[in-house]
């Protein structure tokens, strides 16, 4: 018979002596535990909480960072081209406006510059294209940054978020007025 289904009595001994070695060690743990006195048990204690507190925190600061990384306006239009830009973004000059606007549609990423999103969005408004100017508002929504706002070198004509959110509000009752009366708009804002 080369298996046996029992195994021979000399081994189970041993078998039971290192259980109950285990056993007695396991017990010696514990009794040293219970032996330590309270103060080595507040310092363990008090140890663990300090490393579960620095673990936390560079959690949140590696989170704090990625966010802060992430809240940066990308910048396209660069100070030379809003220079030039500023002069122009009224309605009385849209002629100089467009070939500025459509350069910067022509830019990569312009989308998500809030200062070329303003000129462009700006630009829909005064040849009252609502489709574009909303598209382009709704992007504008997406990347702009309270706390950073529109660069100052646009200029004091360029357009807050509020007014170009109204702006394009109006352009959008006035669309769907044309679209109910068959082409008569409503008055103009301020008439």
């Known amino acids: ?35 330590m006195n309270k103060r080595t048990l507040v310092m363990m204690v008090a140890v663990s909480v300090v490393v579960a507190l620095v673990v936390v925190g560079v959690i949140i600061q590696s989170k704090t960072n990625n966010n802060k990384a992430n809240n940066v306006n990308v ?18 000059n849209v002629e100089l406006l467009m070939p ?12 998500k510059d809030p200062n070329c999103l303003n000129v462009v969005i700006t630009y829909f408004i005064h040849i009252s294209d609502f489709n574009n100017a909303r598209a382009h508002l709704d992007k504008l929504e997406v990347v702009y940054k309270e706390d950073q706002g529109f660069s100052s070198k646009l200029g004091n004509n360029a357009k807050s978020l509020a007014t170009l959110r109204l702006n394009v509000n109006f352009l959008e009752e006035q669309n769907k007025r044309i679209n109910e009366t068959g082409g008569v708009p409503s008055p103009r804002l301020g008439e």
């Not at 081209?81 to 002069?87: C, D, F, I, Y």
């Open 1 to 35: 018979m080369l298996f046996r289904k029992n195994k021979p009595k000399s081994q189970q001994p041993l078998k039971e002596a290192t259980s109950t070695a285990v056993v007695a060690g396991q017990q010696s743990s514990i009794q040293k535990f219970r032996s």
């Open 100 to 111: 500025l606007a459509q350069d910067i549609q022509k830019m990569t990423n312009y989308e």
């Open 75 to 92: 910048t396209v239009c660069n100070d030379e081209l809003l220079n030039n830009v500023s002069g122009v973004l009224t309605a009385e």
